[in-house]
């Protein structure tokens, strides 16, 4: 007969009698009504916990959807049916910012990835009451839903061009994510599609439509003029070493799949920008969004650039795209020639992401991200004062000066006749509280419903695509290349 | 028991409130469906830290992680509470946290870019609820209060199990 042991499981051929451990405590014998009281009294707990549980639960619904969930719409808003099309981390960034926009209602979902990507976008969007079908095949999402108006695309750059063309083609407009295509072919095609369809065609270089940078651009850049003549323009994005995504097994593709979308195995379809011909590497994933910036506040393209990049870090065997990159343009501006110097390395993170103007009157620090740069903006001490800008909300009063701390231990600061005095530090007063991605989203929306006009339509975003591509191009050539202006430009409609 | 029934009726609390700490650790992170240790796991500092940097660097591994922690706050959450299989809970409960805090020790000459809530120097809230777990395994806290009372009065029952005195 088997013996049991204290947590309850068999043991066998224990002796009748024997060393069970049972006799060292002076349990009772047998079940009494005062084992079970005693035995059930902590099962109360659960229940206090049961009820703490569904009222944290409740508490952090009603938050989140007050959060997420888009203000009341006017009941005279046109409500515009989306489908989203790459539901990866883009994908879910921009849902994310999306939920928070009056007047969408979400239809469909594609993503080749069924088993994780595509299921957890379904998810959150049914939690958020958006009954959404789930495809494969974008092809067989346009096909059955018939009633979409719009599509946003956050799949991979090399598939942009063709879901693009094909979503303009089939009636529907589209915001497609940065950078438009991998090839200038295929970013032409898209331009030609919008042009010929006559639908709406957003790029995702959604500072364009950042409150900030509109209000650096229009009151601080072309108003008030504040940086005087830009001469010189840096900036970077430095971002530290991270390890490349991975999948758990139970969540891999079939490699037919994978091989059918173009991809080789499952790390190439998560790490698809290190890979040539899918991405174009950090100069294009992240320069981008900052060239972009480049050209639209100096008010012209670039005519000549020069990079140096190479993958001095990581295995070039699973990243073939450079892994540090620098790069200077020459532009011609109306107002006289500019340097411009950008940088990406992905192999330190300290100093972030920021672009920095420097006029011969002040200089602006702008980044999309305010926290680690809140918009300085410097009045060199040579230029008019700004008082007008400041009384008129332009630019923030100036930061006072402390006077250097009189210890006797610290060295007695030199006064050197060839230094500048330190400028006056501002701030740009526009701040932004929505996700990055809401402003050029709603821009977007507002302009299928015919309320404004796209920020950045296919043919400005074709003019950044063609000046970040050519930085790869210049690597590889280890030469200055120089820029038509014919080449910023899509001519005619081709097929 | 030994020790008279407060001391015992204080250890029960003490196990209730451990396990429900468990339970509701284990809780958030199934329920927020994208929580996973590999952040954590990657921040790790002190003598192991290339253990658990290790771990984090495998995608299946890091997935294995993340489940077994998920499931097993819970569970050793719910056991302590419902005070079964109390020390099998206690254990598996003490190991958990054995590498909380080794991932994360506040051993001298260790600095954390987190904030924390407070001030700790090698002891800190982990190692107090490790030792707490320890109380409740040596005390066998489910025997007094707790499931693993009726189970056992269940099975001693018995006659040949647990023979009384007497009878013989």
Not at chain 1, 125 to 132: A, E, G, I, M, S
Not at chain 1, 180 to 201: F, I, W, Y
Request: neutral net charge; proline residues 5%; charged residues 20%.
């Amino acid at each position: 007969m088997a013996g049991h042991d204290e947590k309850g499981r068999m043991k066998p051929d224990e002796p009748v009698g024997g060393s069970t451990g049972y006799e060292r405590h002076d349990r009772p014998a047998r079940l009494n009504r005062r084992d079970v009281l005693k035995g059930l009294s902590t099962v109360p707990a659960l229940g206090l916990f049961g009820y703490a549980w569904n009222q944290q639960r409740q508490f952090q619904q009603t938050t989140a959807e007050a959060a997420a969930t888009a203000p009341a719409a006017p009941a005279d808003l046109q409500e515009i049916n989306v489908a989203l099309l790459g539901a990866g981390a883009q994908g879910q960034v921009l849902t994310e910012s999306m939920l928070r926009i009056a007047g969408l209602r979400f239809r469909a979902v594609c993503d080749i990835w069924t088993e994780y990507n595509q299921r957890r976008v379904v998810n959150t969007l049914r939690r958020f009451k958006h009954q959404v079908n789930a495809y494969e095949d974008y092809r067989e999402m346009l096909d059955r839903e018939k009633e979409l108006d719009a599509v946003i695309i956050a799949t991979p750059d090399f598939w942009h061009a063709q879901h693009t063309v094909d979503c303009l083609e089939a009636g529907k407009h589209v915001y497609c994510e940065k950078e438009m295509s991998n090839t200038l072919e295929g970013a032409r095609r898209m331009v030609d599609a919008a042009r010929r369809t006559g639908k709406l065609l957003q790029i995702g270089h959604q500072r364009r439509s950042n409150p900030r940078y509109l209000h650096c651009h229009g009151k601080i850049l072309q108003e008030a003029q504040l940086l005087g003549r830009i001469v010189t323009v840096n900036g970077q994005w430095n971002r530290a070493v991270t390890p490349d995504l991975g999948v758990p097994d139970r969540y891999a593709m079939p490699e037919a799949r994978l091989k059918q979308y173009g991809f080789q195995d499952m790390h190439q379809f998560r790490n698809w920008r290190w890979y040539k011909g899918l991405g174009g590497g950090p100069i294009v994933d992240l320069g981008s969004h900052q060239i972009d910036i480049y050209s639209w506040f100096l008010g012209a393209n670039p005519s000549h650039v020069m990079a140096s990049g190479g993958n001095l870090y990581y295995d070039p065997k699973t990243h073939e795209w450079y892994d540090t990159v620098m790069v200077v343009y020459d532009y011609d501006t109306p107002a006289g020639p500019v340097k411009a110097y950008y940088q990406t390395q992905t192999t330190n993170g300290s100093q972030g992401y920021f672009e920095n103007f420097m006029g011969d009157q002040g200089t602006l620090i702008i980044s999309e991200s305010e926290v680690n740069y809140a918009g300085q903006l410097y009045r060199d001490p040579n230029a008019p004062a700004w008082d007008e800008w400041i009384q008129k909300g332009y630019v923030s009063a100036p930061r006072v000066h402390e006077a250097p701390a009189a210890s006797d231990e610290a060295p007695k600061a030199i006064a050197d006749v060839r230094e500048s005095v330190p400028p006056d530090q501002h701030l740009v007063p526009v701040v932004l509280r929505d996700p990055y991605h809401q402003p050029h989203l709603q821009n977007f929306f507002d302009t299928v419903r015919g309320n404004a006009q796209l920020t950045c339509p296919s043919d400005i975003s074709y003019e950044t695509a063609v000046a970040v591509l050519k930085v790869n191009e210049a690597i590889e050539a280890r030469s200055r290349l120089s820029f038509r202006p014919e080449d910023f430009k899509v001519e005619g409609a081709t097929t | 028991m030994n020790g008279g029934r407060w001391p015992m009726i204080a250890i029960t609390l003490l196990r209730v409130v451990v396990g429900w700490h468990f339970l509701y650790e284990g809780i958030a992170k199934l329920s927020s469906g994208s929580w996973s240790s590999g952040g954590y796991l990657r921040q790790a500092r002190g003598p192991f830290a290339g253990l658990f940097e290790w771990l984090a660097s495998d995608a299946n591994l890091l997935a294995n992680a993340d489940l077994i922690t998920m499931w097993g706050l819970t569970i050793v959450g719910l056991l302590l509470m419902l005070g079964l299989f109390t020390r099998l809970a206690s254990l598996a409960g003490m190991g958990f946290l054995v590498l909380f805090y080794l991932a994360n020790p506040p051993f001298v000459g260790y600095f954390y870019s987190i904030p924390t809530e407070g001030s700790y120097l090698v002891v800190n809230k982990n190692l107090v609820e490790l030792c707490a777990l320890l109380v409740i395994f040596f005390t066998r806290s489910g025997l007094y209060a707790g499931l693993d009372r009726i189970v056992h009065a269940l099975l001693t029952r018995r006659p040949r199990l647990a023979p009384a005195p007497s009878v013989s």
